[in-house]
């Protein structure tokens, strides 16, 4: 089973910065099958990247995904107020199919 | 633009069965597609509990293998949850979802179903 750990915890910045998340696997993860989400209070999550780095439908060019292997970046330009959420990493591997990162929660300040 | 609804008691008693359905809308269950659960114990990270396909053939989490089962009705355009035997533990928000690229693409709004007598 892969694991997956992401850094930091919790991260505040400023509007317009620049923020970093990382998500490291345990072991090397399948094709890149690697995928990112944002979930706001009370909400669902929201797919932003699959493929480690592609864009979901109608997600801004200010989020990107980058990395293989074992280390993934998700990185947010010019941060808005409406960022604020917690960003959750997803791999797919053998069993179970789909594992999840304990998540990064964001805090614009 | 495809929506999903999940329903089903927000309250089970411990040890009984916890039983959601997810209604699918602008698509068909039928398309190439899986279909997941998934769950979110308060203030916790995300479970990946399995997945369906249209013809009935199902994934499970290992670690949820032996007391979870997933159904389709085509007829209906949904699908199903069922987990035998909960405890507190598995309070939590339960969400369905669309598989795509090998990651979640679609989610439903979720259901808090609380497991308490």
């Known amino acids: 089973e892969i694991v997956l750990t992401q850094s930091p915890g919790t991260l505040s910045l400023s509007p317009g910065e620049r923020a970093t998340l990382s998500c490291r696997a345990s072991?090397?993860?399948?094709?890149?099958?690697l995928a990112w989400y944002q979930q706001k209070p009370g909400q669902a999550p929201r797919l932003l990247i699959y493929?480690?780095?592609t864009r979901a439908t109608g997600i801004p060019d200010r989020f990107s995904g980058s990395g293989s292997g074992t280390d993934f970046t998700l990185t947010i330009s010019r941060l808005e107020p409406e960022d604020s959420a917690v960003y959750h990493c997803?791999?797919?591997?053998?069993?179970?199919?789909?594992?999840f990162g304990p998540g990064t929660h964001l805090e614009i300040k | 633009q495809v929506q999903l609804q999940e329903s089903g008691p927000g309250l089970v008693t411990p040890s009984e069965t916890l039983s959601l359905t997810c209604t699918i809308s602008?698509?068909?269950?039928?398309?190439?597609?899986?279909w997941s659960w998934v769950r979110q114990p308060p203030g916790k990270g995300l479970q990946w509990i399995g997945e369906?396909?249209?013809?009935?053939?199902?994934n499970y989490n290992p670690s949820l293998r032996s007391r979870v089962t997933m159904s389709v009705d085509t007829s209906k355009n949904l699908f199903s949850l069922q987990l035998r035997s909960v405890t507190t533990a598995d309070t939590a928000v339960y969400y369905c979802?669309?598989?795509?690229?090998?990651?979640?693409?679609?989610w439903g709004q979720g259901t808090l179903v609380t497991a308490s007598s």
């Open positions: 493929y480690a780095s």
């Open positions: 602008g698509d068909s269950i039928n398309s190439h597609s899986w």
């Open positions: 072991q090397s993860v399948t094709n890149n099958y």
């Open positions: 369906i396909y249209h013809g009935g053939t199902a």
């Open positions: 997803q791999q797919y591997d053998n069993s179970p199919l789909y594992g």
């Open positions: 979802a669309r598989n795509n690229f090998f990651s979640l693409q679609y």
